[in-house]
T-cell receptor
Framework: GENVEQHPSTLSVQEGDSAVIKCTYSDSASNYFPWYKQELGKRPQLIIDIRSNVGEKKDQRIAVTLNKTAKHFSLHITETQPEDSAVYFCAASIGLQGGSEKLVFGKGTKLTVNP | NAGVTQTPKFQVLKTGQSMTLQCAQDMNHEYMSWYRQDPGMGLRLIHYSVGAGITDQGEVPNGYNVSRSTTEDFPLRLLSAAPSQTSVYFC?????????????FGPGTRLTVL
């Protein structure tokens, strides 16, 4: 069925280290993979996304890689800072009848960056 | 622009009560959706709409109704509240009528059903 697995569920790193969060998806037709950051008590906010015609995308300290063959994608955060501490969600698009799509979210990764 | 707004921020209901969670956006977005967020479960789609007059079910639609009479508003109705509906509810919208455009989330409504 439609499924997005996200690992790890918690991740603790030292300030300045890198953090990697991985997701796998089940629908080979998925073509859109966003990542959202949610700080405590706040709304999710898009931080980066990638589409299936691209293998990698970078935005300053954040990068996302996509392996369509293996059906997995990853978020990489370099030079982590305490303000990167949050819950991160991956998602994958799933096609619906009638041509529309929906997003299926992973269960989230709680990232803690220790000063 | 206010973006996506939701009211109320907090609500406590008794089992069996009904209520409507309000969602509005001022970005002229076609696509709007409702998610619920439970601890350890991520965000699950309840209902969505690709434009005024069009709604459809998501992953967990039971116990909820929606309507989309205008582009701006997308209210979520709980017909007879149950403790299992205790959750944080987020409304989201995106510009091009599809979920695969950037989705902007509202601030959320924290609902407790006793």
């Amino acid at each position: 069925g439609e499924n997005v697995e996200q690992h790890p569920s918690t991740l603790s790193v030292q300030e300045g280290d890198s953090a990697v969060i991985k997701c796998t998806y089940s629908d080979s037709a998925s073509n859109y993979f966003p990542w959202y950051k949610q700080e405590l008590g706040k709304r999710p906010q898009l931080i980066i996304d990638i589409r299936s015609n691209v293998g990698e995308k970078k935005d300053q300290r954040i990068a996302v890689t996509l392996n369509k063959t293996a059906k997995h994608f990853s978020l990489h955060i370099t030079e982590t800072q305490p303000e990167d501490s949050a819950v991160y969600f991956c998602a994958a698009s799933i096609g619906l009848q009638g041509g529309s799509e929906k997003l299926v979210f992973g269960k989230g990764t709680k990232l803690t960056v220790n000063p | 622009n206010a973006g996506v707004t939701q009211t109320p921020k907090f609500q406590v209901l008794k089992t069996g009560q009904s209520m409507t969670l309000q969602c509005a956006q001022d970005m002229n977005h076609e696509y709007m959706s409702w998610y619920r967020q439970d601890p350890g479960m991520g965000l699950r789609l309840i209902h969505y709409s690709v434009g005024a007059g069009i709604t459809d079910q998501g992953e967990v639609p039971n116990g909820y109704n929606v309507s989309r009479s205008t582009t701006e508003d997308f209210p979520l109705r709980l017909l007879s509240a149950a403790p299992s509906q205790t959750s944080v509810y987020f409304c989201a919208s995106s510009g091009d009528g599809r979920s695969t455009d950037t989705q902007y989330f509202g601030p959320g409504t924290r609902l407790t059903v006793l």
